[in-house]
């Protein structure tokens, strides 16, 4: 008898399962909607007072003195609070040097380290 997974079998993946990017917890980066609360080479999760949606950029402030523009859509949003709001971004038109930065974001995040040149 064929083994089916949960998708076949019409049950819903976990949202665990159906992430494509491991994610890295953030402490140090802000975005210009709010601080960061977990990045991915995918997305990001960010806590925000603004009830965003559809497509927008954003600029990534890490303490470390990185920044960087990336463009994003809202993928879902969450009321966490009054005024406060778990927004679950998606990166899309990333460059190959924005991928680059993301990844030495996560690396200085994963780290521990606050000055990588």
């Known amino acids: 008898m064929q083994e089916r997974s949960a998708h076949t079998r019409g049950e819903s993946l976990s949202v665990a399962d159906r ?15 709010g601080p960061v609360v977990d990045l991915s080479a995918g ?11 559809g497509e927008l950029t954003i600029v990534l402030h890490h303490e470390v003195g990185l920044e960087l523009a990336v463009q994003a859509r809202v993928m ?16 899309f038109n ?7 930065q993301l990844a ?6 994963r780290s521990g380290l606050s000055d990588i040149k």
């Open 19 to 33: 992430r494509r990017h491991g994610r890295i917890t953030q402490q140090q980066l802000r975005s210009s909607i």
């Open 43 to 53: 997305g990001m999760r960010v806590v925000s007072d603004r009830r965003l949606k």
């Open 76 to 91: 879902w949003r969450k009321r966490i609070g009054f005024r406060q709001h778990m927004i679950g971004l998606e990166f």
């Open 94 to 100: 990333l460059t190959p040097n924005d991928c680059r």
């Open 104 to 109: 030495r974001i996560g690396m200085i995040s």
